[in-house]
């Protein structure tokens, strides 16, 4: 990596835009599920991997966690724990849409409800490997760098 390249990824204001872009793709994705929470628990259904009861929760659970991780993300209150669950909440789904396109099922993945119809398949997979990549890359800066990560600052 040039030290060019190297200087402007981490830059606290790429760094700062990364953090809003990824905080907003959060709660887009929230928002998405939690309008239309039927259709999403279908959809949670349809991979046959738990319950009607834990249908039931999950898609009142899961969009309204990225809804508020998402704006955790952005206000950049309780960052590194938000990340946590963020990453962790990629991995699974991650996961999820690996077994799926690996036994055939690239049906409609939910990651955005109704307002976008994404596949289970290896690009999935891949773009979910990069937001983890990317909200890794945020987690691991120095706590005196995130503090500087304040959207007035981008203002100026």
């Not at 990596?1 to 402007?8: D, G, I, L, Q």
């Not at 319950?51 to 209150?77: A, D, H, Q, T």
């Amino acid at each position: 990596m040039t030290a060019t390249f190297k200087s402007f990824v981490y830059s606290k204001n790429f760094m700062l835009v990364l953090r809003i872009a990824l905080g907003t793709l959060f709660i887009l994705s929230g928002i998405s599920k939690i309008l239309n929470q039927t259709d999403f628990g279908k959809i949670i259904y349809s991979y046959n991997l738990v319950s009607k009861e834990w249908v039931i929760m999950l898609s009142f659970i899961i969009p309204y966690s990225e809804l508020i991780l998402g704006m955790m993300l952005i206000l950049n209150l309780y960052p590194r724990i938000a990340i946590r669950f963020l990453i962790v909440m990629l991995i699974v789904f991650t996961g999820i849409s690996a077994y799926s396109y690996a036994t055939g099922n690239v049906s409609d993945c939910g990651c955005f409800g109704k307002l976008l119809k994404r596949q289970n398949d290896w690009k999935l997979i891949l773009e979910n490997a990069a937001l983890a990549f990317a909200l890794t890359g945020i987690y691991l800066l120095p706590k005196k760098e995130r503090e500087k990560m304040v959207i007035s600052k981008l203002l100026k």
